[in-house]
């Protein structure tokens, strides 16, 4: 990939990751999972790509990763209030693993020469929404409708 394309991808996974920003800032819940869910758009294409080009298994593996978050951020209207543990314990396990996945991230941003450093702040990011989420759940802070 050169480097206008990495800059251009950039530039729109900071823009995604903002709108996962805002969610967590206005307690809406929709826009944090569009902002996990536009980024996982934009990495899993990429390394699909990366994979046919080059046959390397990393880009599947990290496609395949980046595929479950895209699954897991899905946005969907369903309401649920604290009477219902077992939403709330799927919520936290599903904060969990895109903690888990982005820290992936963080580790192939800084193991892959052709991925700029930069992209690990955005996963960086990613992790400490979901860390905080999870706090806030655990607080009995965040009632989700």
Not at 16 to 38: A, D, N, Q
Not at 47 to 70: C, I, K, P, R
Not at 111 to 119: C, Q, T, W, Y
């Amino acid at each position: 990939m050169n480097e206008t394309t990495l800059l251009t991808l950039g530039i729109i996974a900071g823009a995604v990751t903002l709108i996962s920003v805002y969610g967590v800032i206005k307690k809406e819940r929709k826009f944090f999972l569009l902002g996990l869910f536009l980024y996982s758009f934009l990495v899993v294409p990429n390394e699909l790509m990366a994979y046919f080009d080059s046959g390397n298994m990393v880009h599947l593996m990290t496609a395949g990763l980046w595929a479950v978050q895209f699954v897991i951020a899905f946005p969907v209207k369903a309401s649920y209030d604290s009477s219902n543990t077992v939403a709330y314990m799927l919520v936290k396990k599903m904060l969990l693993a895109i903690i888990i996945i982005n820290l992936c991230g963080i580790s192939l941003t800084y193991n892959v020469e052709a991925l700029p450093d930069f992209f690990s702040l955005y996963h960086g990011i990613f992790c400490a929404l979901s860390t905080l989420l999870i706090i806030k759940f655990h607080r009995g802070e965040i009632v989700a409708e």
